[in-house]
């Protein structure tokens, strides 16, 4: 369906509506595309590129853009003053309420979907008790490096192609649960596979879920919208009932064999906590809690980093000349006697812009997690009123052309100094900004980097041509995932 055709008609229906309920442009005075009543843009939103689709309607309606999922009011930003002043306007740091995280966790929890002192407690605790049990740490290191071990070996038993997305994800929830239950698991353990396979199935129609489901859009609204909807609520709920259901039975071990004065993990630190406030009857601190915070970190940092490595790899063997130079690099810096660490780093010096230019050109996250206005604010000059969702489209800085010049071309260059040096760039936000920056990104970023290093050192991958990559754009999920293709792996040394 073609917005274009059908044109004159949104424009009546919207002007007529307008008049109606007095509204001047849309419902937050912003312009923006034309819209059906009732259902608004939705029939017309591209689920599978949105952030292009968003950068290219900004380019007609500027970078404060107002547009309607259903009958909600939004409002996506684009371009970096506006993404940057919207990351770092502490008025937008709400969350809007989802009725899929209400019918999972009873109530909306954790840490990625709620707001307020809830949120503010809950993100300090946890990020300063992973931070303690090792998160981004040399102590953690050795833990990523024995995974990346065995990730090594899987690769180099298989008989044929491989895919390595999902070798990934394992690899990630791994040490995810490692930080969280205190222990890796057999990377052939069945709950292992299945919270790798339940994650993928939920974070692929997730999005469905998003733009079409929140509290406030009237349940008729959702069946005219679109009746994937439904199919896409049904595989979220079941897929995401298997992790809910996985984590409090690991919590009711870990309470089995709980030693207070040693804690084991982030889940035994968090019991902890509960105990020092049960007397409370304000605290923040409960087992719904911790398994929402659980399957926030689940969440979060699996897809990300599964999709930033995948992106990666497929970067490399797409850009031939990038390859060599990292075998290069890694030769002369780390050899082929040990496994690349964090000490090597700095030295890596065109492997980590790689990684940068990977995060650059394939964002894991294109579009943030929904803001919503905690109350009304103003933004590049525009009222922004109390309860609207608020998008930043990351997307949109990361391919500014007048900025980086050539954005859609891969270059790890642009981010080295003449002199050498790794240069850090104030554009360059994979992980956010300001306040909701994502609490996971020193995990993310060590072992990301120590798992693409360690897997440089040992092969030279080719794409299997029996499962072409057509495009390099990806899948849109709640995250931008690399696009489907298997490799050959062909051992170094």
């Known amino acids: 369906m ?6 004159p008609v949104l424009l009546l229906a919207q002007n007529k509506l307008n008049k109606f309920l007095n509204f001047p442009d849309t419902a937050t005075g912003r312009l923006g595309p034309p819209r059906i009543p009732i259902v608004g843009y939705l029939p017309f939103f591209n689920k599978r590129l949105p952030h292009k689709q968003m950068t290219r309607l900004s380019q007609t309606y500027g970078p404060v853009m107002g547009i309607y999922f259903g009958n909600l009011p939004n409002i996506v930003l684009s371009g970096w003053e506006a993404v940057k002043e919207g990351m770092l ?16 966790h009873k109530e909306q929890k954790g840490i990625i979907l709620t707001e307020g002192d809830l949120w503010k407690e809950q993100r300090q605790f946890t990020r300063h008790h992973l931070k303690s049990l090792g998160m981004g740490k040399a102590s953690h290191e050795v833990v990523i490096q024995e995974e990346a071990e ?35 698991l057999s990377r052939k353990d069945p709950s292992l596979l299945n919270v790798v396979e339940s994650l993928d199935n939920v974070l692929r129609d997730a999005d469905n879920v998003a733009y079409n489901d929140t509290e406030r859009l009237h349940d008729y609204c959702q069946i005219l919208v679109s009746t994937s909807h439904i199919s896409a609520l049904a595989t979220v709920t079941t897929q995401s009932c298997y992790i809910v259901d996985f984590i409090p039975k690991t919590v009711e071990e870990h309470k ?20 020092k406030h049960s007397n409370n009857p304000d605290t923040t601190f409960s087992e719904a809690q911790l398994v929402s915070v659980c399957w926030d970190m689940f969440s979060a940092g699996t897809d990300t980093s599964t999709s930033a490595l995948s992106n990666a790899v497929l970067m490399v063997i797409l850009h031939p000349h990038v390859a060599q130079a990292i075998y290069k690099e890694l030769d002369q810096v780390v050899g082929r006697n040990r496994l690349p660490s964090m000490e090597d780093k700095h030295r890596l010096v065109y492997t980590e812009a790689t990684l940068n230019e990977v995060y650059r050109f394939r964002q894991p996250a294109p579009l943030s997690v929904p803001h919503k206005a905690l109350k009304d604010t103003i933004l590049q000059g525009h009222r922004i009123p109390a309860e609207t969702v608020v998008l930043m489209n990351i997307y949109s800085v990361h391919m500014d052309q007048d900025y980086w010049g050539d954005p859609h071309v891969f270059r790890p260059e642009r981010f080295i100094k003449s002199d050498g040096s790794l240069r850090k760039d104030e554009r360059f936000i994979p992980f956010g900004k300001g306040k909701r920056l994502c609490v996971g990104e020193p995990q993310a970023r ?14 030279i991958f080719k794409l299997d041509p029996a499962i072409p990559v057509v495009d390099t754009e990806g899948r849109f999920g709640v995250t931008l995932a690399a696009p489907d293709y298997k490799v050959f792996a062909e051992a170094r040394f």
């Open 446 to 459: 060590m072992s990301t980097f120590l798992f693409f290093t360690a897997l440089m050192q040992h092969f």
């Open 2 to 7: 073609e917005l274009r055709e059908y044109k």
């Open 150 to 184: 065995e990730l090594i070996k899987d690769i180099k038993a298989s008989q044929s192609s491989v895919d390595l997305t999902k070798l990934f994800a394992v690899s990630f929830v791994n040490i995810l649960w490692s930080l969280m239950g205190g222990k890796k």
């Open 256 to 275: 089995a064999t709980l030693d207070p004065d040693n804690p084991r993990s982030f889940i035994d630190v968090y019991l902890n906590e509960i105990t």
């Open 89 to 104: 306007n502490d008025d937008l740091i709400g969350r809007p309420s989802y009725g899929f995280a209400t019918l999972l």
